[in-house]
Each structure stands twice: as C-alpha cells, then as structure tokens.
C-alpha cells in the first residue's frame, strides 16, 4: 500500500534546476509598469508631434505675415515710384515747356535783331553802252558783313532763242573787304562787248528789242554778323534803251531786268507802244 505522502514521490531528478516559485502579484505589477511605460511613451511623442506640428503652424502664420507684409511694402513701394513718376515727368514737361518757351522767344529776339541791326547786302548792276559793268554790295544793315563771296558769269545771246552767241565771261574777285553797315562794295568790270542801242533818239525804235541780248549771272554771299551765312543768287538779261511817248505822258526803260520777266517784259513794253500808238492817231 502506497503512502499518500510519501516524500519519494515529489522529489525531482538529481541536477535539474531549480524551479522559480510562482507569485501572480508581482506578474501583474511587472505589467502594469510595462503598460504605464508604453503609455508615457506614447502620449510623450503625442505631445512632441502636438508641439512639432504647432511650431510649423507658427512659422506658416509668420511666413503668411512676413509675406503679406512685404507685397504691401512692394505695393507701397510701386506706388510711390508710380507717384515719382508723375510727378518727374510732370517737373519734365513743364522743364521742356519752359527751355522751349525760352528758345523761342531766344529765336525771336535774334531774329528782331538780325531784322533791324544784322548785315543786309542789296546788289546793284549797270551795264553802260561801253562795255562797262557796274556791281556794287550796298550794306543796308548796322553789323558788318564779313566773308563776303561774290562770283558773276556774263554770256552774250540771242533774243529769239536765247543761243549763246560769244564765249561766257567769269569774274570772281578774292579781296572784297568787310562791308561796314551804311556802307557798299563797288567793282567795275570792263567786258569786250558793247550793248547796242537801237536809236538815241526820243522816237521808237521799230524793231526793239533787236536780236541780241546779254545774260548776268551770279552768286554772293556773306555773314550777317549774328553767325548766320546769307547767300543769294541772281539772273538778268539787258535789253536796249527805249521811250514809249504817249498824248499824256512819255516813259523810257531798259537796261538789265529778271530773267524770269524776260519775255513778260517784251510783251508789256510791245503792248503798251501799241496802244501809245493807237493814242497818237
């Protein structure tokens, strides 16, 4: 018969290790820590996400600030150059409104000068039955005339055709002094041609103005005081002495005319003798 307690039947092998006794109080306090462990960890990297996410918020909203601020310092900024601007050109416009107004009146004040004090040369021409040429520079201004440039081409034609018949004449003198206002340049030319004259007598000469004719042309310039340089050219023709007589009035011409009245002056001169005519009868 076998002993309920027989110590024989709890014993273990030899050289076995030895069993932990078992104590569920400290299982559930070893859990317990383990849990509140995981716990704080947890709602501590809950708490540095929350602080995380609330720092990036406060950059953006000062990111958000910052830019708002610098558009409206840039708008500011625009507005104030646009306003610069304006007011630049407008300073600009009234600046070149002014020196305009001024140039202007400058110009005029010249020109009132020129008009009344600046150099003014009048040409004068004769040509005498002698083959004697007359010119002459008259300065009809106050300033002197400096640089003064005087050139004249004679050329002998015909009337009908205005063919030349002779060879051209040049003069172009090279010491022609400063003219003094009031004062005058005068030069005789001696050509080899003498202008002929239908008749010296009062009466008409049939057939006037005759074939031939002579032609002057030239050119002078000069400086009218006030750094401004005037040129002028010129162009005339000669025609032969004549006297229109009629019942009321007797009227002569002739010698050196425009050329541009060359034939209107033939016709008046032929008409009017025609009706000087007509008159006498």
Same mark, same amino acid.
């Given at each position: 018969? /076998?002993?309920?307690?027989?110590? @024989?039947?709890?014993?273990?092998?030899? &050289?076995?290790?030895?069993?932990?006794?078992?104590?569920?109080?400290?299982?559930?306090?070893?859990?317990?820590?383990?849990?509140?462990?995981?716990?704080?960890? +947890?709602?501590?990297?809950? $708490?540095?996400? /929350?602080?995380?996410?609330?720092? !990036?918020?406060?950059?953006?909203?000062?990111?958000? #600030? @910052?830019?708002?601020? $610098?558009?409206?310092?840039?708008?500011?900024?625009? +507005?104030?150059?646009?306003?610069?601007?304006?007011?630049?050109?407008?300073?600009? /416009?009234?600046?070149? *409104?002014?020196?305009?107004?001024? %140039?202007?009146?400058?110009?005029?004040?010249?020109?009132?000068?020129?008009?009344?004090?600046?150099?003014?040369?009048?040409?004068?021409?004769?040509?005498?039955? !002698?083959?004697?040429?007359?010119?002459?520079?008259?300065?009809?201004?106050?300033?002197?005339?400096?640089?003064?440039?005087?050139?004249? *081409?004679?050329?002998?034609?015909?009337?009908?055709?205005?063919?030349?018949?002779?060879?051209?004449?040049?003069?172009?003198? /090279?010491?022609?002094?400063?003219?003094? &206002?009031?004062?005058?340049?005068?030069?005789?030319?001696?050509?080899?041609?003498?202008?002929?004259?239908?008749? #010296?007598?009062?009466?008409?000469?049939? *057939?006037?103005?005759?074939? =031939?004719?002579?032609?002057?042309?030239?050119?002078?310039? +000069?400086?009218?005081?006030?750094? =401004?340089?005037?040129?002028?050219?010129?162009?005339?023709?000669?025609?032969?002495?004549?006297?229109?007589?009629?019942? @009321? %009035?007797?009227?002569?011409?002739?010698?050196?005319?425009?050329?541009?009245?060359?034939?209107?002056?033939?016709?008046?001169?032929?008409?009017?003798?025609?009706? $000087?005519?007509?008159?006498?009868?």
């Amino acid at each position: 018969m /076998t002993d309920p307690i027989d110590p @024989a039947q709890d014993s273990k092998p030899v &050289g076995s290790p030895p069993i932990p006794p078992q104590n569920p109080s400290i299982e559930v306090t070893v859990k317990a820590d383990l849990e509140g462990e995981f716990i704080k960890k +947890y709602f501590d990297e809950q $708490a540095k996400n /929350t602080s995380l996410q609330r720092r !990036n918020f406060e950059v953006q909203v000062w990111l958000a #600030i @910052a830019t708002t601020l $610098a558009f409206g310092a840039a708008a500011i900024y625009a +507005y104030i150059a646009h306003r610069q601007s304006v007011i630049s050109n407008g300073q600009l /416009t009234t600046l070149q *409104d002014t020196l305009g107004e001024f %140039q202007k009146q400058t110009r005029l004040m010249k020109q009132q000068l020129v008009g009344t004090q600046g150099a003014t040369l009048n040409l004068t021409l004769g040509f005498a039955g !002698n083959g004697q040429l007359n010119v002459g520079l008259e300065n009809m201004g106050v300033v002197t005339a400096t640089h003064v440039h005087f050139k004249l *081409d004679i050329t002998p034609q015909t009337i009908a055709d205005l063919r030349t018949t002779g060879t051209p004449i040049s003069f172009e003198p /090279t010491d022609i002094a400063p003219i003094k &206002g009031k004062d005058a340049w005068v030069h005789t030319f001696l050509l080899p041609w003498h202008p002929h004259q239908l008749t #010296i007598k009062k009466e008409w000469p049939a *057939d006037w103005p005759g074939k =031939d004719t002579f032609e002057l042309r030239g050119k002078f310039s +000069y400086q009218n005081g006030f750094g =401004d340089e005037v040129s002028e050219e010129f162009c005339k023709k000669w025609f032969p002495e004549f006297t229109i007589t009629s019942k @009321a %009035q007797s009227s002569g011409g002739g010698g050196l005319y425009p050329c541009d009245e060359f034939r209107a002056v033939i016709r008046s001169v032929l008409e009017q003798e025609r009706m $000087a005519e007509k008159e006498r009868q």
